[in-house]
């Protein structure tokens, strides 16, 4: 299953939500997107890692930032149990607690930048290890003051991953990533131009590439289609304009949906609520 059917996974209410997850079986995860910031702190297995058409081998202590929307998926290898922390976020929680000076989401732009892995050296493992260990300890408490501790706590993290993350070199040893550069540059490209000819055949000559490898290249890269990644991005960059105030009609053109009734299905399929209504939702007040 994959992003063309609409595969979302959880809803985000919370200011945050502190998972320790563990498995071991032949589940196969799969590729899937969130409408919220995650944060994924690997602890053990055999994973790699796909975000956006790259592939990260971890290594315990990882810790990998999955932006909002982005297409993930994990590669387990059932011999070994899969242990890690995840952490959903919600962005109006960060804001609330960062100004324009720091910005506590700024972790999350850096990963659209491709850096989505931050792999530290043992201090760094040592404090994170503190601070998430106290976390979880507080989640489980009745305590007075538990929830405002945790919120302290996770401020606490989010501002030292914050740090380490904009310290490249610093930081990090060599990181084994695999990615195919043609699919990333193509990638790139199609989320700066979303309002854009962004047709296979477009593609595959600006590229320099048969339309039908470029297919099967893509989507054994991604997890999707072309003409399904694109439309997705499209959507999404729809409703971030609407958000900024633009009617339903013109962020369709904006992002180069030249059909509004059928991008008003396809809008509606995706939000489960019509552009219309998605707009007063937002404007009601």
């Given at each position: 299953m994959f992003i063309e059917q609409g595969v979302k996974r959880g809803q985000l209410n919370n200011d945050y939500k502190f998972f320790h997850l563990k498995d071991r079986s032949d589940f196969q995860f799969e590729f899937h997107y969130h409408e919220f910031n995650k944060i994924i702190i690997f602890l053990s297995g055999n994973v790699i890692y796909n975000i956006e058409g790259k592939s990260y081998k971890l290594m315990p202590w990882d810790i990998l930032f999955v932006p909002r929307n982005q297409v993930h998926k994990p590669i387990v290898e059932p011999d070994e149990e899969y242990e890690r922390i995840v952490l959903w976020i919600n962005d109006d929680f960060l804001r609330q607690h960062g100004n324009?000076?720091?910005?506590?989401?700024?972790?999350?732009?850096?990963?659209r930048e491709n850096r989505h892995l931050l792999?530290?050296?043992?201090?760094?493992?040592?404090?994170?290890?503190?601070?998430?260990?106290?976390?979880?300890?507080?989640?489980?408490?009745?305590?007075?003051?538990?929830?405002?501790?945790?919120?302290?706590?996770?401020?606490?993290?989010?501002?030292?991953?914050?740090?380490?993350?904009?310290?490249?070199?610093?930081?990090?040893?060599?990181?084994?990533?695999?990615?195919?550069?043609?699919?990333?540059?193509?990638?790139k490209y199609i989320n700066a131009n979303l309002d854009s000819d962004l047709s296979i055949d477009m593609l595959s000559k600006m590229f320099y590439i048969n339309k039908y490898y470029l297919m099967h290249k893509f989507k054994a890269n991604t997890g999707c289609t072309i003409h399904n990644y694109v439309n997705f991005k499209r959507m999404q960059k729809c409703a971030a304009y609407i958000n900024e105030g633009l009617?339903?009609?013109?962020?369709?053109?904006?992002?180069?949906?030249?059909?509004?009734?059928?991008?008003?299905?396809?809008?509606?399929?995706?939000?489960?609520?019509?552009?219309?209504?998605?707009?007063?939702?937002?404007?009601?007040?």
């Open positions: 324009e000076e720091d910005d506590l989401l700024t972790c999350f732009k850096l990963a792999r530290l050296y043992k201090h760094s493992i040592n404090t994170i290890k503190a601070i998430l260990t106290k976390i979880e300890l507080e989640e489980n408490g009745v305590q007075f003051g538990t929830r405002i501790l945790c919120n302290a706590l996770f401020l606490e993290f989010i501002i030292y991953i914050n740090r380490l993350q904009m310290k490249p070199g610093g930081h990090v040893e060599e990181v084994e990533v695999k990615f195919d550069e043609q699919i990333q540059n193509i990638i009617s339903p009609a013109d962020a369709a053109s904006k992002c180069g949906f030249n059909d509004y009734s059928s991008f008003s299905r396809a809008f509606s399929k995706m939000f489960g609520v019509s552009p219309k209504k998605y707009s007063q939702s937002i404007f009601k007040e």
